[in-house]
């Protein structure tokens, strides 16, 4: 079968299908961004979640932790080009934790993750080791970040700079004479941090203006 | 030029070149991992860290957060099926945030990275927000989480599980009719979490035994 054609068939089975997560449905502030995804031929979403805090309450140690991931998002692309430029697009919009997985039949996926997250230990062998003033303080943190994500997601990638990329792409491809530098205000970091184009691990904060290396031992 | 050659010539010219990290050199504890990884010929190394902890210090806001990062490292592959395996065998091992990247020339490079994080907000708007003994307890958790770290990278990824999976992938390319079944010792949990197989955003500890969502609001 065409790979196109393929591909097709997959995302119309994969859009139909029951949602199996713990909330049986889409989470809402999501709901928006895939429908703007699932527009686009090259792509369809397979999981989501906005993002969250979690409790992860250790009881054989005694540790208890409290997290908050951002939203990720799960898409399989219709081959490694697509792919590319999504990534390309994710890791430009501050989303740098992005990577493409390929399975054995050829499946492209990407997975969309910023970089927004918090993992905090509160107790230590069953002892509290941090203030309620604290724990507010960490939960108004944790909704700053899922606020600053939710912006990021919205006005800057899903409205904004992944449909200009797919636009040019396929002004490209009609015209390949036509070579279209990117958009700046997409690219907002690009050229102060060329290291960004690999995607991994350039620490991040928006107010940062020192970083220490902490001694290891 | 033809590929293998070219990725040959890429490979020599990349790890004779001058360190240009602030360290000045690899770190201690990545270096036998890097030379084991440098003998395959499908791969190098372009970048590493072995973990390490940072203070980062918002002096605008007077938020400073403590982070640990786990060992990072960037491997550039021959050819995406390379990466492929790379990949999976990284995932198995632990290493879920793993992924690939693909440059428009096709370049193809692989960044390893685990789960093993912290991030904790110290202060906000320079009020220390925890105790000292909170601070000599973190410090505690992030440098058991770096010998965790280093514990799976040697032990488990590079001397066992990475060489056994590039042994079966030539026995079963000289061979195409073998097709040998994954090794269960180095696959730990795929079983037990088939979502895994996307290397993304499974929460994970040791000694977790509960999960529980907050409230987001």
Redesign the interface.
């Known amino acids: 079968m065409d790979r196109s054609v393929e591909f097709r068939k997959q995302k119309v089975q994969c859009l139909s299908k029951a949602d199996l997560s713990r909330k049986g449905c889409v989470a809402e502030g999501v709901v928006d961004v895939m429908q703007v995804l699932n527009t686009w031929e090259q792509f369809f979403t397979t ?1 989501s ?1 906005v ?11 005694g ?1 208890e ?3 908050f ?1 951002p939203l ?1 998002l ?1 898409m399989q692309c219709r081959q ?1 080009q697509d ?2 430029l999504l ?1 390309s697009v994710a890791v430009d919009s501050d989303f740098r ?8 039949k050829g499946m492209t ?1 990407l ?1 969309v ?1 910023s970089t927004l ?5 509160l107790s ?1 062998q069953g002892k509290l ?3 309620e ?2 724990i507010d ?3 108004n ?1 944790a ?1 700053q970040k ?1 606020e600053e994500n939710k912006k990021r997601t919205e006005s800057f990638w899903f409205y904004n700079c992944l449909p200009r990329a797919l636009e040019r792409e396929t002004i490209t491809n009609s015209h390949p004479k036509i070579k279209e530098k990117n958009n700046p205000s997409c690219s907002p970091k690009k050229e102060r941090n060329p290291a960004k184009a ?4 350039i ?1 991040e ?1 928006n ?11």
Chains 1, 2 share one sequence.
């Open positions: 999981s979640c993002g969250r805090k979690l409790l992860i309450d250790g009881k054989a140690s540790n932790v409290l997290k991931e990720v799960h490694l792919a590319q990534h934790n992005s990577g493409i997985t390929v399975g054995k996926m997975a993750w997250g918090l993992e905090v230990p230590n080791m941090v203030t003033e604290y303080f960490l939960l943190t909704h899922m690999h995607g991994k691990r620490p904060e107010d940062k203006e020192m970083e220490n290396d902490v001694d290891d031992d």
